[in-house]
Structure formats: structure tokens, C-alpha cells
């Protein structure tokens, strides 16, 4: 049974840095990502990657500030996140196994989820 921890959210100032990180010990397949969800809004892939590849995909809304990188010996998938704004605010979710790349949204897990709020 998939079982996705995440971890390393919490409340930043706008412009800020946050890293969270994600078990995937349960999880033995390649493709692992990171989705999101702010209240009211439908749920939306953040990045994307395939272990053992060089292969990332970020949505248009983070491109260019967050990070996605998997560390194999310890099993944890990371999302580093810069110059957080206003609208990152969410829940973020670990997510894994996907039929298609880029998968957007279109994971077959997902974690709990760990909260992330960017306020001043």
C-alpha cells in the first residue's frame, strides 16, 4: 500500500523560502510530483519528476521559483520554494504514479498533505 508522508510546511512572509519533503519509502515507481489546492480553487500539479532522469516539469505558476529533487538513499522527494507569494498559499500534497507526462494534476496517490501560508 502507497503511502506518501509530507512534511515542512507551515507560515512564511511573502519573498520567503520554504523546503518540504515527502517519504515515498512505500512507493517504488519513477514518477512523483507535488500538487496543490487553495481554498476554492480546484487542485493543480506544482512539478512533476521522474526518478533516475533528468526529467522535471513545473506549472507555469511556479516556474522558475520552485524546485522539485528526489533523494534515492533516503527515499524523500523535496520541493524547495522561493519568492513565495500571496497565491502559493495551500495545501500541498506529495503525489505519485502517473500515466502520462506531464502529468499535471494526474497522480494516482496523494499524501495528507502539509499546509503552506504566505501572509505579512
Known amino acids: 500500500q502507497v503511502h506518501l508522508v509530507e512534511s515542512g510546511g507551515g507560515s512564511v512572509q511573502p519573498g520567503g523560502t520554504l523546503r518540504l519533503s515527502c517519504d515515498t519509502s512505500?512507493?517504488?515507481?519513477?514518477?512523483l510530483g507535488w500538487l496543490r489546492q487553495a481554498p476554492g480553487k480546484e487542485r493543480e500539479g506544482v512539478a512533476a519528476?521522474?526518478?533516475?532522469?533528468?526529467?522535471?516539469h513545473y506549472g507555469d505558476a511556479v516556474q522558475g521559483r520552485f524546485t522539485i529533487s528526489y533523494d534515492e538513499l533516503k527515499n524523500t522527494l523535496f520541493l524547495e520554494m522561493h519568492s513565495l507569494a500571496l497565491e502559493d498559499t495551500a495545501m500541498y500534497y506529495c503525489?505519485?504514479?502517473?500515466?502520462?507526462?506531464?502529468?499535471?494534476?494526474?497522480?494516482?496517490?496523494w499524501g495528507q498533505g502539509t499546509q503552506v501560508t504566505v501572509s505579512s
Open positions: 503525489a505519485a504514479e502517473c500515466t502520462e507526462w506531464p502529468p499535471g494534476k494526474r497522480f494516482r496517490y
Open positions: 512505500t512507493y517504488s515507481g519513477k514518477c
Open positions: 519528476t521522474y526518478v533516475g532522469g533528468a526529467t522535471s
